[in-house]
């Protein structure tokens, strides 16, 4: 399992009693790009504009939390420097 996915804990009840307990990742959907502090900005660029250029997104959701919210001022400014029509 990747340490930077999260997970969630899934708990089937039936009638009150537990069924099954298990952790299952949470995958992002396909045009969400979660960004974190240690990855380089200019990856989350171009992984950005082959979803707009080779894909076909109409959207692109750039996601982060804490120190790397930051980040996404800057990833989605490079991406409307760089695809046209985008704004």
């Given amino acids: 399992q990747n340490p930077k996915t999260p997970h969630i804990n899934l708990i089937e009840f039936i009638n ?3 069924l ?3 952790t ?3 995958e992002p959907p396909d045009n969400e790009v ?3 502090r240690d990855t380089p ?3 989350y660029v171009r992984y950005v504009i082959t ?3 080779e894909c076909g997104a109409k959207k ?3 996601v982060a939390m804490g120190e790397a919210c930051f980040k996404i001022i800057t990833i989605a ?4 420097a760089r695809v046209k029509g985008i704004h």
Wanted: charged content about 30%; hydrophobic content about 35%.
């Fill in 41 to 43: 900005t200019n990856n």
């Fill in 51 to 53: 979803q707009f250029k």
């Fill in 34 to 36: 979660r960004v974190n």
């Fill in 16 to 18: 009150g009693e537990i």
């Fill in 77 to 80: 400014e490079l991406v409307k």
């Fill in 20 to 22: 099954k307990n298990k």
């Fill in 24 to 26: 299952q990742a949470i």
């Fill in 60 to 62: 692109v959701h750039i």
